[in-house]
C-alpha cells in the first residue's frame, strides 16, 4: 500500500522533530514536561506542517497513552463518546491521550462535551489548531490547557529534512541523486515552513525523474514546478495575514527601507495588493505624518497608479512608496493629538460651546445677539487670540510638536506670532 513519503519520515523521538528548539530542545518546557510523563491538558498553535501531529503522537508512546485521533472537521460528539466508553477498560489503561486536529472547528456544545473528562484527567487533551486559539477556542477548554506555540520551519531547517528525504529516496530507488545548484535549497524556501509539502516536492521530483544510468539529475526548472508557492502564508482569516501586515507597518514606522521592500513583496506574491495598498496609506498618515506632510498625496498617487496599472508593473509605485516613507522622518503627533481630545469626548468631557463660536443661527433665538467672534483675518499675521475650548476643557493641551523640521518650522513660527 501506498505511503507519503512523510508520513515514512514522521520523526520517532523529540530529537528528530525540525525547528521547533524553542519549546524541544534540551531543557526547553515542553521537552521537560514530556520527559517528566506528567502530561497536561495541552494547545498546540502554529501553521500547518510544523510538526504538532508528530509531537502529540511521540507525546502519547512515550507516556504509554493510548491514543486517539480526531479530526474536528468531520469529527462529532458522537465520536467523543466512543472514546469515552473505553475509559477505564484495557484498551486504556493509563488513561487517553486525544488528539483533536483543528479544534477550532468543534462548536461551544462540542468543546464542552470534553470538560468532564480532561478536568477528571481520565483524558489528556492535546488539540491543535493553525488559528489563534484565544479568538477561536472557548475559555473553558483555554482555562485547564497550557498552549505551545510552534513556529514557521526556516529555510535552514527545512533544507536539512529536505536533504534527509532525498538520501532515504536514494537508498529506496538505489539512485544518487545530481541536484542542481539551488534545487534543494528552492524547494526548502518554497515550502513557507511545511515541511509535509517539501517532502511531497521531493517525491514527486523522483517519481518523475529521469534517470540516467544510476544518476539521477534533478534540475532547479523541475523543482520550481512541483514546489508548491506556499512561502506566502497570507490568508486574509489567518493571523499570518496581519502579522504581514503589522511587520511592514513596523519596519517602515522603524525606517528599515529593506525589510519594508521583504514583507512589502510577501504580500505581494500573496495576491494581496489592496491590502497592501490600504496599510501604505494608513502608514502615510499615521507614521510619516506631519513630519513630511506631502507624503499623503505622494503614496495616494502611487496607490492610485498601482490600482491602476495591476500586477507586475504595480510594485514599482509600491515599491517607491515604502521605501520613500521607510527613508522620511517621522511624526505621530497628529493622530496622538486626536486619539487625546477622542478620549475625553468619550469621557463624556466638553460641555457647551462658546459662545462666539456658535453658528449665526444663535442670534435668532438667544438674548445675546452678538457673538463676540473676532474674525483671525482682520487681525495681523491672521491670528488675534481667543478661547476656542469649551471652558470645561480650558487650557488643554492635546498636541505637542514633534522634534522634525517640519514640526518644529511651525513651532517656532507660532511662538513668534503668539508672543
Request: charged fraction near 20%.
Amino acid at each position: 500500500m501506498y505511503q507519503p513519503l512523510a508520513d515514512l519520515l514522521r520523526p520517532q523521538t523529540l530529537d528528530e522533530v525540525y525547528g521547533q528548539e524553542h519549546i524541544l530542545g534540551k531543557g526547553a518546557i515542553l521537552r521537560r514536561l514530556v520527559d517528566s510523563g506528567k502530561i497536561p491538558n495541552m494547545i498546540f498553535y502554529g501553521p500547518s506542517g510544523t510538526g504538532k501531529t508528530t509531537v502529540a503522537q511521540i507525546i502519547a508512546k512515550q507516556t504509554n497513552r493510548t491514543l486517539f485521533q480526531l479530526n474536528a472537521t468531520t469529527a462529532s460528539t458522537a465520536d467523543i463518546k466512543n472514546i469515552v466508553a473505553q475509559l477505564d477498560t484495557f484498551m486504556a489503561p493509563n488513561g487517553v491521550l486525544l488528539y483533536l486536529d483543528e479544534i477550532q472547528s468543534f462548536n461551544k456544545k462540542q468543546q464542552q462535551s470534553l470538560l468532564e473528562h480532561i478536568e477528571n484527567g481520565k483524558i489528556t487533551l492535546i488539540a491543535s489548531t493553525t488559528e489563534n486559539p484565544y479568538f477561536y477556542v472557548f475559555n473553558a477548554i483555554l482555562s485547564r490547557s497550557t498552549i505551545f506555540e510552534f513556529k514557521q520551519i526556516s529555510s535552514q531547517a527545512a533544507l536539512q529534512a529536505v536533504k534527509r528525504a532525498v538520501s532515504f529516496l536514494e537508498q529506496r530507488t538505489a539512485l544518487t541523486a545530481q541536484p542542481e545548484e539551488g534545487a534543494l535549497e528552492y524547494i526548502a524556501g518554497a515550502c513557507g515552513g511545511d515541511l509535509r509539502k517539501a517532502m511531497n516536492a521531493v517525491e514527486v521530483l523522483f517519481s518523475a525523474g529521469q534517470p540516467q544510468g544510476e544518476i539521477l539529475p534533478l534540475t532547479l526548472e523541475d523543482a520550481k514546478t512541483v514546489s508548491q508557492k506556499s512561502a506566502m502564508r497570507a490568508d486574509r482569516d489567518g493571523d499570518n495575514f496581519y502579522d504581514l501586515l503589522s511587520a511592514l507597518q513596523k519596519s517602515i514606522r522603524g525606517s528599515d527601507p529593506d525589510a519594508a521592500c521583504h514583507y512589502l513583496a510577501r504580500l505581494l506574491e500573496a495576491g494581496q495588493m489592496q491590502a497592501a495598498c490600504r496599510r501604505l496609506m494608513v502608514i502615510a498618515a499615521e507614521d510619516v505624518g506631519l513630519a513630511y506632510p506631502m507624503i499623503l498625496p505622494i503614496v495616494k498617487s502611487c496607490v492610485d497608479m498601482a490600482l491602476m496599472l495591476g500586477m507586475p508593473e504595480a510594485r514599482i509605485p509600491l515599491g517607491d512608496a515604502a521605501v520613500l516613507m521607510a527613508t522620511s522622518p517621522k511624526s505621530n503627533s497628529g493622530h496622538i493629538a486626536l486619539d487625546m481630545a477622542l478620549s475625553d469626548v468619550r469621557k463624556g468631557l466638553g460641555g457647551d460651546f462658546p459662545r462666539h463660536l456658535q453658528n449665526v443661527h444663535a442670534d435668532t433665538y438667544t438674548m445675546e445677539r452678538e457673538q463676540g467672534y473676532q474674525y483671525p483675518h482682520d487681525f495681523p499675521n491672521h491670528w488675534v487670540r481667543q478661547q476656542y475650548l469649551p471652558d470645561e476643557l480650558k487650557n488643554t493641551v492635546y498636541y505637542e510638536y514633534g522634534p522634525n523640521k517640519v514640526e518644529q518650522a511651525a513651532k517656532q513660527y507660532w511662538e513668534g506670532i503668539k508672543k
